[in-house]
């Protein structure tokens, strides 16, 4: 006796549908690699689960960007348009700039130098006295701001004690007043 067929349309218990989802899934993939293996075909398959979790196979012999660029090849069609294309330079382009910069910051620390000529030697050391001509420059103007800070420091206390001093003279002064001692 064989199996029933069902109605297909969505299963409403969440744990239903889960469990549906993970067996089917799984069957999906089981039969992508039987027929890689049986019929020597490149396959790849990607599934995103509605939690956007991401289940993906490829066949052992190929690449998914190889089966991509089969696809645009023979189909005509692309699946990346301008915008795609265009964050994919960008990318590929900070890809490069960071390779550049992380071999220039190697020549700072004097790794690698040895396959540099006279003139890259001379615009790194170039490079390293103006480093040094700055930070010196931020010292020293860091130097003058903690005794500029001192200064003012002292400064405001002194103001303060004969804030201090003239606060107490005029108190003193109301209290005679109050007493009577002086009039006005």
């Not at 294309?85 to 040895?114: F, P, Y």
């Not at 390293?128 to 405001?156: F, Q």
Request: hydrophobic fraction near 35%.
């Amino acid at each position: 006796m064989g199996r029933g067929k069902i109605e297909i349309k969505r299963i409403d218990n969440p744990s239903n549908r889960n469990v549906t989802y993970t067996k089917r899934r799984k069957g999906l993939v089981k039969k992508a690699t039987e027929i890689s293996i049986l019929c020597d075909a490149k396959i790849s398959l990607i599934i995103i689960s509605n939690t956007g979790k991401i289940h993906e196979y490829c066949s052992p012999a190929t690449t998914l960007n190889a089966i991509m660029k089969t696809y645009h090849d023979r189909s005509g069609k692309r699946l990346w348009d301008a915008k795609h294309e265009s964050i994919h330079n960008e990318i590929e382009r900070i890809k490069r700039e960071t390779e550049r910069m992380q071999v220039q910051l190697r020549h700072l620390k004097g790794d690698d130098i040895t396959s540099l000529n006279y003139e890259e030697l001379i615009k790194i050391e170039q490079a390293l006295e103006d480093g040094l001509t700055n930070m010196e420059y931020v010292k020293e103007v860091r130097k003058n701001s903690t005794a500029r800070t001192k200064i003012l420091a002292e400064e405001n206390k002194g103001l303060r004690f004969i804030l201090q001093e003239q606060e107490m003279a005029l108190h003193g002064i109301n209290r005679e007043m109050d007493m009577g001692i002086i009039r006005h």
